[in-house]
């Protein structure tokens, strides 16, 4: 167990619909990042928090957005959604989020779009 | 651009034997940290061992060691004694300390470990 969790473990949903996924960080730790993983683009990397503010952006559409709250926690907001959207989604924390911090995964929410 | 590259898709080893899984990298920047991960089939995504760019030795944990040849811009994985428990995806990922460090990851290695 990382210590970092993630809420829903699954979510089934339809084209267009909108959905939040939420991510608690491990105890201590101010960074979280968003990534997503799909079977044709592997893992990428979508954005980073630190201390509630964003750090850096990756591969994040424009219909997707994330904030991170006072209390640490994050929240990914999946808008629009369409069928490519399908993916397993990883929040990750980090103590402070240099090159050299480690990242430990939540378990991940696998969303479904049909 | 910034890069990692795992050249092999599956590897096959006999339990108890040691596994070398490849992984080459492409950064300009000066600093940067390289990781492992595992990802068995439940889908976690399990932190194995790091490697900073300025580190002078090799960076070991338990049954994993990491073969950093800074020139050659490679930073392979060695398991040693495989068990059948390190069946997974392994991923190697690179993180630059510069351009707003993102973290790359490569494709993977799916491990096959037999009895």
């Known amino acids: 167990d990382s210590g970092v969790t993630q809420t829903p473990k699954h979510l089934i949903t339809a084209t267009g619909q909108r959905v939040t996924l939420r991510c608690s960080p491990r105890?201590?730790?101010?960074?979280v990042y968003w990534y997503q993983q799909s079977l044709d683009q592997g893992l990428q990397f979508l954005i980073q928090?630190?201390?509630?503010?964003?750090?850096a952006k990756g591969n994040i559409l424009e219909r997707f957005s994330a904030q991170q709250f006072p209390d640490l926690h994050s929240e990914l907001n999946l808008s629009s959604l369409e069928l490519g959207d399908s993916a397993l989604y990883f929040c990750a924390s980090s103590a402070s989020g240099g090159d050299a911090d480690t990242q430990y995964f939540g378990p991940g929410t696998r969303l479904t779009v049909l | 651009a910034q890069k990692i590259t795992q050249t092999q898709p599956g590897m096959f080893v006999q339990e108890k034997e040691a596994v070398t899984l490849d992984c080459t990298y492409d950064?300009?920047?000066?600093?940067?940290?390289l990781f492992w991960y595992k990802q068995p089939s439940s889908g976690e995504m399990i932190f194995l061992i790091y490697q900073g760019s300025y580190d002078q030795q090799n960076a070991t944990e338990g049954r994993y060691s990491l073969n950093f040849q800074k020139a050659r811009k490679s930073a392979n994985l060695v398991i040693s004694a495989s068990q059948l428990g390190d069946s997974a995806m392994y991923f190697c990922?690179?993180?630059?300390?510069?351009?707003?460090?993102?973290?790359?990851f490569g494709a993977g290695t799916r491990l096959f470990v037999k009895a």
């Open positions: 105890s201590g730790d101010l960074s």
């Open positions: 950064t300009s920047d000066p600093s940067y940290g």
């Open positions: 928090y630190y201390n509630g503010e964003e750090r």
């Open positions: 990922a690179m993180r630059p300390n510069t351009g707003g460090f993102k973290t790359i």
